[in-house]
């Protein structure tokens, strides 16, 4: 990734916000920093309806699949999930940025309100 990337993060997005002696993450940030920690490199083909989106990707060794969801509503959803040609692990982990109020955003003078949890 070239330097152009970058700036469109700091700048367009607002993904950081400074303030005369703080920066804190703001939620889109926080969306850009998994994304690039913990997304996997080669795209698998999903389907998704209504408010929830969803994209999925290997990892290169092939040996880890993310699934990306997002639910675009403010209620809980129960998702099902189809996996056709591979077989996973029983168990595995789950990030979530989220907050109860959907218009909660990160101030760097003050502890985030939302975060990455595990």
């Not at 303030?19 to 698998?44: D, H, I, M």
């Not at 083909?45 to 290997?58: E, K, L, N, R, Y």
Request: hydrophobic share 40%; aromatic share 6%; charged share 15%.
């Amino acid at each position: 990734m070239g330097s152009a990337f970058y700036a469109q993060t700091v700048n367009v997005i607002g993904a950081i916000k400074t303030s005369r002696r703080n920066a804190a993450f703001e939620t889109t940030g926080l969306v850009l920093k998994l994304y690039r920690q913990k997304f996997g490199q080669l795209p698998v083909t999903t389907q998704a309806s209504g408010p929830i989106d969803a994209q999925a990707a290997w990892s290169l060794d092939r040996k880890t699949l993310t699934l990306g969801i997002v639910n675009a509503s403010n209620k809980a959803a129960t998702i099902p999930l189809t996996l056709s040609g591979a077989k996973l692990k029983p168990a595995g982990t789950r990030w979530q940025i989220a907050d109860a109020d959907p218009l909660a955003f990160n101030d760097p003078d003050q502890p985030p309100r939302v975060t990455i949890t595990c």
